[in-house]
């Protein structure tokens, strides 16, 4: 489809990221076999889907299921321990099916990879808010982290709601996150929705060519540096796995900032051949063509 106008082209690419209904209910019908293998292995508390894939803010052909499994023992001194358990579970239940480490998560890629789940292996705690469930997941390194999924969840669909923004919170998590799959950038899927959350926290509306602008300047402004949890339920968000992998992601950033900026200024300027013309170069080639 082609759009005639900057608003017109994020609406109908903002279809286009939507994961399909049919992808949706492929990656569920393996939901019952990943559960019943995992308390075939071990001590189970609870199953909880976490991702975005559910959440709204995925990305069609880039977004898989994550699913928390809470188990049911001590937890161990190593994570790695942790992941262990839950592929070797997963590898028996399914001889013919790539099942990998991936941290934090186990991957488990059904229908060669297109149909993909992200298992994720925790461990209740007693810390956190009352009523908050705060997990010791896997670093996306080594070691332990704190996770509280439903507290996040709950506080991007809080700002999600928000009068004026009509959803704006989840849609500009998914133009970030589009942004990040287009351009590969080695940079985390939960930190950006984090991020797009607490930034239209203090907005009063989602335009979106103004909004993935002045997202993407801000993250460069502070240099993708760590994120207080807003819910005060865990430890700090973290932009990337490594520092080789900041320095790859702040490169890409600092790009993207520039051409979503050309791209504004355009628009304000009434180009809208220009403003296409950076938002096709921002999202890889994929933006709606005029």
Not at 92 to 120: C, H, N, Q
Not at 200 to 220: A, G, K, Y
Request: aromatic residues 10%.
């Amino acid at each position: 489809m082609m759009a005639r106008t900057v608003t017109e082209g994020f609406r109908v690419f903002l279809e286009r990221l939507t994961p399909l209904q049919s992808q949706r209910d492929a990656a569920a019908k393996h939901r019952a076999s990943v559960e019943s293998s995992l308390r075939n292995a071990m001590p189970v508390n609870l199953f909880r889907e976490t991702g975005s894939f559910t959440h709204g803010t995925g990305v069609r052909n880039y977004t898989d299921v994550d699913l928390l499994v809470s188990i049911g023992r001590a937890r161990p001194n190593s994570s790695d321990t942790a992941l262990s358990w839950v592929k070797s579970a997963l590898s028996a239940s399914f001889p013919y099916t790539t099942v990998r480490i991936s941290r934090p998560t186990v991957v488990v890629e059904f229908a060669s990879g297109t149909e993909t789940w992200e298992v994720l292996p925790g461990f209740i705690t007693d810390r956190g808010p009352i009523g908050t469930s705060v997990y010791d997941i896997p670093g996306a390194s080594f070691g332990w982290l704190d996770s509280a999924p439903t507290a996040h969840l709950s506080y991007v669909t809080e700002i999600n709601t928000k009068a004026g923004i009509q959803g704006g919170a989840k849609k500009l998590a998914r133009l970030a996150k589009a942004w990040k799959y287009y351009n590969n950038v080695p940079i985390s899927s939960f930190y950006l929705e984090m991020r797009a959350a607490k930034y239209m926290s203090t907005e009063s509306s989602f335009v979106p060519v103004i909004d993935v602008c002045r997202l993407l300047e801000h993250l460069n402004s502070i240099q993708l540096a760590s994120m207080t949890d807003p819910k005060g339920a865990s430890g700090r968000f973290y932009a990337c796995s490594s520092e080789v992998k900041k320095a790859d992601a702040l490169s890409r950033l600092s790009t993207g900032a520039i051409r979503a900026r050309k791209a504004l200024d355009a628009h304000l300027n009434d180009d809208p051949h220009t403003a296409f013309y950076y938002l096709d170069l921002l999202f890889g080639g994929n933006f709606p063509a005029r």
